[in-house]
Structure formats: structure tokens, C-alpha cells
């Protein structure tokens, strides 16, 4: 059994930029909607609240908290990950950063890990480790609005450290979802994040882009 100081050391290294799961290339519609002028920095805190409390975010965390658990069927909650994706991108975006996490995972164990939605296979991955389902949602959860700030840092007039501001305002908000969805049932599995969804839609067709999503 692995100890949590060293349980929390392996949850920073696969949340970390540097492992090779690719989401930098994706934006989950912010592209779009920073280039229509819909998400401005000022608009941008309320939007990642959005994503947090009603949209993606909602629906990952739900999703790893049904995949910690003990009696969690990884390939039933695979496909119901699938199914929650309203979009063409979304379902690419979760499968294809899901299956390069897995292989990387494999690469580094003996025994593979199948391939899955990304929150599935991270929650498969993290099971074993020591410390209480919030602790690594929570985690996992930064680590994607960091993902998205981090994107709008490279798309609008965005300084790095005003980002990092709004990640570290985001924060409390973060553990509150954290703390909800370790408690979650399927039943708590829903998203009303509309405005988001379009984004991802009309991202699909815009003529120049520098994000897959």
C-alpha cells in the first residue's frame, strides 16, 4: 500500500501538464466563443463557474467519483461517460486523452489499463491510492479549469498571472463540487451548461482554429 505523502506526490505527477495526455490541444469550446467576443476576461470567471457547477465539470466529477469506488463497474461507467458527451468533440476529446492516460499508465505499470473516458480511467487508476475521494476530485478538478485558463491565457488578452488568479479564486468552488460529488449518485449525472454545448457545436465548423474543441 502506498502512502498518502506518496499517494499525493503520483496524483500531482498525472495531473501535471507534462504528462502526455494532450489536453492542451483542446479548449471545450472557449475558442469559439472567445472569438465570437461572447468570453471576455471579465466574462471568463462566470463561465468556468458555469463549466464547474452545470457543465463538463459537473459531469467529470460525478463520473471519477463513481469510478474511485470499491464496487465500480469501469466499463458500464466507460459508456455512460460516452453517452454524457452532447458533442462530436466532447466524446473525442474525452476518449482520446482517456486512451493515451491509460497507455501512459500501462507503460508505466505491469498490468494494462484499458482504455477509457478520461474522469473513468483516472478514477480506475486512482482507486488504490490512500486518500479520500474529495482530495482527488478536487485535484483532477483544478488541474481542468487550469487546462481552460490556460488555453484563454494563449487565445485572448489574458497575462498568465491574471489566470493564475482566477484559478486561485476558483478554488473554493472546486472543493465545494469536490465534496458534492463524492457523494454523487448516476442520478446526480446532469449538465445544463447550453451555452457550452453550442460553443463545442459551432467549433466544429469554424473555418481557422488552433484548439481541437
Known amino acids: 500500500m502506498i502512502a498518502p505523502d506518496a499517494a499525493r506526490l ?11 495526455v494532450g489536453g492542451f490541444a483542446w479548449s471545450q469550446g472557449l475558442e469559439w466563443v472567445i472569438d ?18 452545470h457543465g463538463a465539470g ?12 470499491e464496487d ?6 466507460d459508456d455512460l461517460a460516452r453517452a454524457a458527451c452532447l458533442t462530436s468533440e466532447r466524446l473525442t476529446e474525452t ?12 507503460a508505466l505499470h505491469s498490468e494494462p489499463v484499458p482504455p477509457r473516458a ?20 478536487a485535484a ?16 485572448m488578452p489574458l497575462g498568465p498571472v491574471e489566470g493564475q488568479a482566477m484559478l486561485f479564486d476558483l478554488q473554493p468552488r472546486l ?23 453550442i460553443a463545442a457545436m459551432k467549433h466544429e465548423t469554424m473555418t481557422t482554429r488552433i484548439f481541437r474543441s
Open 10 to 20: 503520483r496524483l500531482m505527477q498525472l495531473l501535471s501538464p507534462a504528462f502526455p
Open 72 to 77: 465500480a463497474d469501469h466499463a458500464a461507467l
Open 36 to 53: 465570437q467576443g461572447i468570453v471576455t476576461r471579465k466574462a471568463l470567471p462566470q463561465w468556468l463557474a458555469n463549466w464547474l457547477d
Open 58 to 69: 459537473w459531469t467529470d466529477a460525478v463520473l471519477l467519483s463513481l469510478a474511485l469506488r
Open 175 to 197: 472543493l465545494d463540487v469536490a465534496a458534492r460529488a463524492a457523494g454523487a449518485s448516476e442520478s446526480d449525472l446532469a449538465s445544463a451548461a447550453w451555452g457550452a454545448d
Open 95 to 106: 476518449v482520446e486523452q482517456g486512451t493515451a492516460f491509460a497507455a501512459n499508465i500501462t
Open 140 to 155: 483532477y478538478l483544478q488541474a481542468q479549469a487550469a487546462t481552460l485558463i490556460s488555453a484563454a491565457v494563449r487565445f
Open 118 to 137: 478520461l474522469p473513468v480511467a483516472f478514477g480506475e487508476t486512482c482507486a488504490a491510492l490512500p486518500l479520500p475521494p474529495s482530495e482527488i476530485i
